[in-house]
């Protein structure tokens, strides 16, 4: 069984759909045939007990010859009789003897059930049954009481009157219907099997379409293959195919972001990597020729050095926190208190711009997000507000009810440029002589919305620039992290 159900799954699908359509036509008029076969059968044999009902009501004609059988009583009929008229008719003494009416077709073999018959004939209650002749011949049989006389003695006794048709013609008949339901159903079968393998290749065609396409993207890694899909189809095939186009649009976009990220990571890389070079040749030729720098200029150089590597090792995180993947973060993702995380990231602001004024108002809100990313997103933020706020400017945050505000009051940004903030690599041009690689706010955005959240940037009253974070969540941590 184990080795067909193997060999069955090795098939291809719309084999195993010809194959599913066959045996369910198969066992379908299996079904009807044998219900048909059954129903003909039966009333067949109810028009054959109807006949023998209709012969075993006597007529006094009738009468006379069952006498005559008693006082003549034979096993055989007579052969020469005209009017044999293939009826077998006999009559069964009480003990079991049996007379031939003279037309019989001829004698029927007596059973038990026919001697029962006898006993119980007070009841008046007879039985119809399959039996067989003197030669085997299958027939019908019904026996039925009856007060019998012998016109020779005048004695009186119960006995039975026995008729019987034969039933070669009825078994022929249903032989034949057999034979013909039989042709009927394989023909059946036959054409459901091949109609079954034409709706499977027709049905599997866009199917075909399909693994065409994604051998085609295996093969060249073309990503702008799409299939064809009618606008009003809704069947399983359109959703699939649909959702094929969707899934290579989202990859190809996806592949563009990749090579997008590349070539601004390179370009990002190449400036400070390229102030690295030259500082770092200017030392070692100041080495190598014996003509020493003066102390002051080594020292800048020595700050330009080690600016250059702080700026490098922060682009390089910011790269790596891009680049992780949604399911290496969902397996870090808690309940966080934002308070908390908002007082860490305020101690460290402070330390970043000790000149300024930054005052606090948070309450407690629980979410549901990465701590160190949630941390590392609000700090961004406050960087933000430090870099462009004024010598002895103020900063402003506030948490309540899931909603972060930071204000500044520096200069502010252009209404053309607030639609690009949260874009990759992206830096305001009055801002590109700052430190920074333009990914603070990408890495800002992407971490909001994977906590459910939202985040804005918009202009201030009175001057200056308000950040908005808002994240879903509650006052009180939920019941499981008590």
Not at 87 to 105: H, P, W
Not at 425 to 451: E, H, K, N
Request: proline residues 5%; glycine residues 8%.
């Amino acid at each position: 069984m184990s080795r067909l159900v193997r060999r069955y799954r090795s098939l291809p699908i719309r084999s195993r759909l010809a194959l599913l359509v066959a045996a369910a036509v198969a066992f379908a008029v299996a079904a009807v045939s044998v219900t048909c076969w059954f129903i003909v059968q039966g009333k067949l044999y109810e028009q054959v007990d109807s006949d023998l009902e209709q012969v075993a009501r006597m007529k006094p004609g009738q009468f006379q010859q069952m006498n005559d059988a008693l006082a003549n009583c034979t096993k055989t009929p007579q052969s020469t009789n005209p009017f044999r008229n293939n009826l077998y008719t006999q009559v069964v003494k009480a003990d079991g003897t049996t007379c031939v009416i003279a037309n019989s077709e001829g004698a029927i073999k007596v059973t038990q059930a026919d001697k029962d018959v006898i006993k119980n004939a007070a009841s008046g209650k007879g039985t119809i049954r399959d039996g067989t002749d003197e030669d085997g011949d299958p027939v019908r049989v019904m026996t039925a009481p009856q007060l019998l006389e012998n016109t020779a003695t005048g004695e009186q006794s119960y006995g039975a009157v026995m008729v019987a048709v034969s039933l070669k013609g009825t078994h022929g008949t249903l032989n034949e219907l057999a034979l013909i339901l039989l042709f009927v159903s394989g023909v059946g079968v036959l054409g459901a099997g091949a109609a079954g393998l034409a709706v499977a290749r027709a049905g599997l065609r866009p199917v075909d379409k399909l693994t065409e396409a994604v051998e085609h993207v295996a093969r060249t890694e073309d990503l702008s293959i799409r299939i064809p899909v009618e606008e009003d189809s809704d069947d399983e095939i359109a959703r699939l195919s649909r959702s094929f186009n969707s899934m290579t649009s989202s990859l190809a976009s996806s592949h563009e972001l990749q090579q997008q990220l590349i070539a601004d990571a390179g370009h990002e890389l190449r400036t400070p990597l390229t102030s690295l070079r030259t500082n770092i040749e200017l030392l070692t030729r100041s080495e190598e020729t014996g003509r020493p720098i003066p102390e002051a200029d080594r020292k800048a150089l020595l700050a330009s050095v080690k600016a250059q590597m702080t700026e490098l090792a922060a682009l390089i995180g910011d790269l790596q926190e891009l680049s992780r993947s949604e399911g290496q973060r969902g397996e870090r993702v808690q309940v966080v208190s934002f308070e908390d995380t908002v007082e860490s990231a305020l101690r460290r602001a402070r330390l970043r711009g000790p000149e300024l004024t930054i005052t606090a108002d948070v309450q407690p809100w629980f979410v549901r997000a990465e701590p160190s990313a949630l941390e590392r997103a609000v700090v961004n933020i406050l960087d933000n507000a430090v870099k462009f706020s004024p010598e002895g400017g103020t900063i402003e945050v506030q948490l309540a009810s899931g909603v972060l505000t930071v204000r500044d009051h520096g200069p502010g940004i252009p209404a053309d440029e607030i639609p690009h903030v949260f874009d990759r690599f992206w830096r305001s041009p009055s801002a590109r002589a700052l430190p920074g690689s333009g990914l603070g706010l990408s890495i800002v955005a992407r971490t909001v919305q994977q906590a459910g959240g939202e985040v804005t940037l918009a202009h201030a009253e009175g001057g200056g620039t308000v950040a908005t974070v808002r994240l879903p969540g509650a006052p009180t941590p939920p019941p499981e992290t008590m």
